[in-house]
């Protein structure tokens, strides 16, 4: 992924779907899944300025009240499609 078009939307959909990926279930696995994918860019080289990784990093935890939602429209019956789901 290049700078120009890494930006704060595309982080976001990347740890969203991470997130849904890894059960993401708090905001502090949340913020923890955010620390580790802003550190892989940065170890790639993608992301400079110290100060606007700080405001960037502080942009995408806010992003855990829009993945809340998002998760929390799951209806019962979709986990009980799935086939890991435990069976009551």
Known sequence: MNLDTLNSGELLQEIMELAR???????????????????????????????????????????????ELLAGEESLDSIDEDPRSPRG
């Open 21 to 67: 990926v890894q059960g993401v279930t708090s905001q502090e696995m949340w913020n923890n899944l955010c620390n580790e994918v802003l550190e892989s860019h940065e170890q790639l080289g993608e992301l400079g300025d110290e100060e606007n990784t700080s405001i960037l990093r502080q942009t995408l935890y806010m992003g855990w009240m829009e993945y």
